[in-house]
T-cell receptor, first 112, second 110 residues
Framework: KAGVTQTPRYLIKTRGQQVTLSCSPI?????VSWYQQTPGQGLQFLFE???????NKGNFPGRFSGRQFSNSRSEMNVSTLELGDSALYLC???????????FGAGTRLSVL | QQPVQSPQAVILREGEDAVINCSSS?????VHWYRQKHGEAPVFLMI?????EQKGHDKISASFNEKKQQSSLYLTASQLSYSGTYFC???????????FGTGTSLTVIP
C-alpha cells in the first residue's frame, strides 16, 4: 500500500508570491490534516479536511487555505508569502479524525 | 486544546529509563504517541483508547489515565535509536478534534 505522498519536496519562493502544496493520502483514508513545523516548534495544526469538507482549522491567518478533492487528495495554498512562512509543511492522512496519523515526507518551503 | 508535554527535553545515557508526560485540559477519547527523528516525518508508535489501558511493545510502553486526562510514555533501557522528538496526540471526547502536544526532545548518548 502506497504511503502519503507530498509534492513537491522542496520549494523556494520569494516574498509576496503564492504557493500550492499537494498531498495524496493513503488509499481509503478520507481525512487529511496539514501541519506547519519550524525549528524548535512543535506541529502547528493548520486544518483538517474530511470528505471534501474542512472540519477543523488552526489559528493561522486567512492567507493559508486548503481544499480536498473527491479522491481525497488535498492541496494547501499560501498566498502573499512572508519570510516567516518558511517551514516544513507536513500532511497526514487517517481513516478518521482521531485515527492513526500517517505522515508524508513533507514539503520544505523557503521564502526569500 | 493543545496538550502539554513534560519535560521539554531530556538527555539519557544508554540503558537509562525515561518518562514523558502528556496532559490535556479536555476529556479525551484517545492518546497517540509519535516519534520524529531529525529530518524525518513523525512516525506512529502506539495508540491508547479511553478505558485506562496500558500498551507497550519491546521496551516502550504507555499508560492513559482518562480521569486525569493524562498519558505517560515509558522508555526503558534506552537505546541510541530512541533519540528524537516525541509527540503525543490527543483525540477529544466531545467531538472531532485532534491536537499534537508541544513535543519532548530525547537524546540518548553512549
Amino acid at each position: 500500500k502506497a504511503g502519503v505522498t507530498q509534492t513537491p519536496r522542496y520549494l523556494i519562493k520569494t516574498r509576496g508570491q503564492q504557493v500550492t502544496l499537494s498531498c495524496s493520502p493513503i488509499s481509503g483514508h478520507r481525512s487529511v490534516s496539514w501541519y506547519q513545523q519550524t525549528p524548535g516548534q512543535g506541529l502547528q495544526f493548520l486544518f483538517e479536511y474530511f470528505s471534501e469538507t474542512q472540519r477543523n482549522k488552526g489559528n493561522f491567518p486567512g492567507r493559508f487555505s486548503g481544499r480536498q478533492f473527491s479522491n481525497s487528495r488535498s492541496e494547501m495554498n499560501v498566498s502573499t508569502l512572508e519570510l516567516g512562512d518558511s517551514a516544513l509543511y507536513l500532511c497526514a492522512s487517517s481513516f478518521g479524525t482521531s485515527g492513526i496519523q500517517y505522515f508524508g515526507a513533507g514539503t520544505r518551503l523557503s521564502v526569500l | 486544546q493543545q496538550p502539554v508535554q513534560s519535560p521539554q527535553a531530556v538527555i539519557l545515557r544508554e540503558g537509562e529509563d525515561a518518562v514523558i508526560n502528556c496532559s490535556s485540559s479536555k476529556a479525551l477519547y484517545s492518546v497517540h504517541w509519535y516519534r520524529q527523528k531529525h529530518g524525518e516525518a513523525p512516525v506512529f508508535l502506539m495508540i491508547l483508547l479511553k478505558g485506562g489501558e496500558q500498551k507497550g511493545h519491546d521496551k516502550i510502553s504507555a499508560s492513559f489515565n482518562e480521569k486525569k486526562q493524562q498519558s505517560s510514555l515509558y522508555l526503558t533501557a534506552s537505546q541510541l535509536s530512541y533519540s528524537g522528538t516525541y509527540f503525543c496526540g490527543t483525540g477529544e471526547d466531545t467531538g472531532n478534534q485532534f491536537y499534537f502536544g508541544t513535543g519532548t526532545s530525547l537524546t540518548v548518548i553512549p
